[in-house]
């Protein structure tokens, strides 16, 4: 299903599976990349404090990167599409622990993210897509 979607866009995939952040913090990058030029993202992923924006800086450089496989496609007018943090898996191994009630010791939770970032050529998309872009 997913991969039909992406199919029929046109798009291009990267992603980084397993990111040690948690998925909760990178959504928060997610959310302001979405929609926009993808050469405009990294300018604004560069200045960003959040610790997400050097995660997502490369993943999309890297569907950049992709896209450029492909000799048909304008690098400069790449869209992103889709921009996800999913939740991974907890790492269970070398846990440490905090003080808990009543004397027990506590895990750290240790959380994971699949990010995924999704661009496509201008022209592969809606027009109402279009213009939020170059809003």
């Given at each position: 299903m997913k991969n039909e979607i992406i199919k029929d866009l046109g798009g291009f995939v990267a992603r980084h599976r397993y990111a040690r952040i948690s998925s909760r913090k990178a959504r928060l990058v997610a959310d302001v990349i979405r929609g926009r030029n993808a050469n405009d993202a990294l300018e604004i992923l560069e200045l960003m404090p959040q610790r997400g924006s050097a995660f997502f800086a490369k993943i999309v450089a890297s569907a950049i990167a992709n896209a450029s496989l492909d000799e048909t496609v304008d690098t400069n007018d790449?869209?992103?599409?889709?921009?996800?943090?999913?939740?991974?898996?907890?790492?269970?191994?070398?846990?440490?622990?905090?003080?808990?009630?009543?004397?027990?010791?506590?895990?750290?939770?240790?959380k994971t993210a699949h990010l995924s970032v999704i661009v496509a050529p201008l022209g592969a998309i809606g027009d109402d897509a279009a213009e939020a872009a170059n809003a």
């Open positions: 790449l869209i992103i599409v889709d921009c996800r943090a999913d939740d991974g898996p907890m790492l269970n191994n070398r846990l440490r622990y905090r003080p808990g009630p009543q004397g027990r010791a506590m895990p750290y939770r240790k």
